[in-house]
């Protein structure tokens, strides 16, 4: 039991990060990577809103869905939804600074792709409520993972001499292929077990 | 009525190459990227995501003044979600093998940036026949932007086009192009290609307006 938690874990940290290897949640990864604090912080707020979706996808699934299978996307849109609004009445509560940094990016957590890819893969998975829960955790420290790696790669590189076509959205992109590049170095860690 | 019908070709036209979604704009980028190994599968993204935004758009347009502003987006997401519930049982009665491959990226299309944009900065103040021309010209310029994607991809990473192998046996494929860091390289490549095209059009633009006063 606990082997196949480590490998949910793992796989969704490192060899299928769902950045790097599934492109979700490109819109902050290229939109709020400017700078490494923000980004860790909307890593934070990411992982959370992943944690609780996960637990209210897995209460849809067996309590409701079981009874209207159609409504299932509606279902979890609006959940994603609400939780967001919550997290976002929090944040402005609690860290007025975060808030104002983090902008147009924390509405826009209910149209990351990540957050709905979660309570689809999971569905799709057939994931019980611990094993959604690690695998939620795991995809969030592995969007933030990204997140910070990128901003770090971005900050150094404000500082250096770049052709100025390059400069903005093109560079971003090469530099997330990069990345993706070397994250697919990954893909061999179970190969073995 | 009459100054409707005179602004529905350019409402359509500039989503397609001026207001472009994803080269332009740099929106919807997770589909964009993550379906596009091959050039069927942006053409089957293509016109689904233009259908749920199509329809989306005429929807929320007609009920424009029916929608209380507090819980506009709220509305938006649950009429966009239940278009592509729609779209998403279609295919998979109809293209099974392709739905299969993509399968949660077509649930996906819910949270695909362009549609919720449109409605907010469109559909949502414009009357329905220009909804549905801005909405086809995005559709239309976002799976132009996937095929161009795709077609680039498959070619180099499986050398063939729409499955018809074009190199002959002797190609070796640049597996990597249809692998995920693919899907980045060959974007920031394409993005900095029309950053060029943009900066020489504007230095002409710039040098006949500086001839013209003389």
């Known amino acids: ?193 | 009525m009459s100054s409707d019908k005179s602004r529905f070709v350019p409402e359509l036209t500039k989503g397609i190459f001026r207001e472009n979604a994803t080269f332009v704009q740099v929106l919807g980028m997770c589909p964009a990227l993550a379906i596009t190994n091959s050039v069927m599968n942006g053409i089957v993204m293509g016109i689904a995501t233009t259908f749920v935004l199509v329809m989306s758009s005429l929807m929320i347009s007609a009920l424009r003044k029916l929608i209380p502003s507090q819980v506009r987006i709220s509305t938006y997401v649950v009429v966009i979600a239940t278009f592509v519930t729609v779209a998403d049982f279609t295919l998979q009665a109809m293209l099974p093998a392709a739905h299969h491959e993509m399968a949660a990226f077509i649930a996906l299309i819910v949270v695909n940036c362009i549609i919720l944009g449109r409605a907010e900065a469109f559909a949502s103040r414009n009357p329905v026949l220009l909804s549905i021309a801005d909405a086809l010209g995005m559709g239309l310029g976002f799976s132009f932007a996937l095929v161009l994607i795709g077609g680039v991809r498959e070619l180099l990473g499986s050398g063939s086009f729409l499955g018809f192998p074009v190199f002959g046996p002797g190609f070796e494929p640049w597996v990597v192009m249809i692998l995920p860091p693919g899907g980045f390289l060959v974007l920031g490549v394409l993005l900095l290609g029309l950053a060029k095209i943009a900066e020489v059009r504007s230095r002409v633009a710039a040098r006949s307006a500086g001839e013209e006063p003389r």
């Open chain 1, 1 to 193: 039991m606990s082997a196949k938690l480590l490998t949910i874990f793992f796989s969704a940290l490192l060899i299928n990060n769902f950045t790097l290897s599934y492109f979700l949640g490109l819109c902050p990864f290229f939109g709020v990577s400017g700078r490494l604090q923000t980004a860790f912080r909307l890593g934070v707020a990411n992982t959370f809103v992943l944690i609780i979706t996960s637990v209210a996808t897995w209460v849809l699934n067996t309590y409701v869905l079981v009874h209207a299978p159609y409504l299932a996307l509606i279902a979890y849109i609006l959940v994603i939804a609400s939780t967001v609004q919550f997290v976002e009445m929090v944040i402005k509560k609690t860290l007025p600074a975060l808030f104002r940094a983090l902008g147009i990016y924390l509405p826009l957590i209910t149209t990351n792709c990540a957050i709905l890819a979660l309570a689809l893969f999971q569905t799709s998975r057939g994931y019980g409520l611990v094993e959604g829960l690690v695998f939620a955790v795991a995809s969030g420290l592995g969007l933030m993972l990204a997140l910070v790696l990128m901003a770090g790669i971005r900050e150094e590189a404000e500082l250096s001499n770049i052709p100025r076509l390059l400069r903005g959205t093109a560079m971003s992109f090469l530099i997330a292929g990069i990345l993706s590049l070397a994250f697919m170095g990954f893909a061999g860690l179970f190969a073995g077990s």
